[in-house]
């Protein structure tokens, strides 16, 4: 079992900047991707970023150019700046093993116009 713990969160104004972090703990082989989803309330939960193994990335659309994965061993952070107001949801950190598929609890991002 593998448990996820995001830190980071917060309210900002459109324009600033934060970082969120997420820890993994447990016993697991081999992770094959970290990554952040989010969900804003009435809406779908969506991608944000991932990063493999290997430290190939991808990003949603909406973020390209804006927020930065990185991930260090069983840890993953996401640089975010230039926020906008659509950005605020609530992000969930991943992490995805050939054994697990887990979610950590979320963390609020707030972004006032």
């Known amino acids: 079992q593998v448990q996820l713990v995001e830190s980071g969160g917060g309210l900002v104004q459109a324009g600033e900047s934060l970082r969120l972090s997420c820890a993994a703990s447990g016993r697991y082989l081999v992770i094959n991707t970290m990554g952040w989803f989010r969900q804003a309330p009435g809406k779908q939960r969506e991608l944000v970023a991932t990063?493999?193994?290997?430290?190939r990335t991808t990003y949603g659309d909406s973020v390209k150019g804006r927020f930065t994965i990185s991930r260090d061993n069983a840890k993953v952070a996401l640089q975010m700046d230039s926020l906008k107001p659509e950005d605020t949801a609530v992000y969930y950190c991943n992490l995805r093993s050939v054994v697990d598929n887990a979610w950590g609890q979320g963390t609020q991002v707030t972004v006032s116009s």
């Open positions: 990063v493999s193994r290997n430290g």
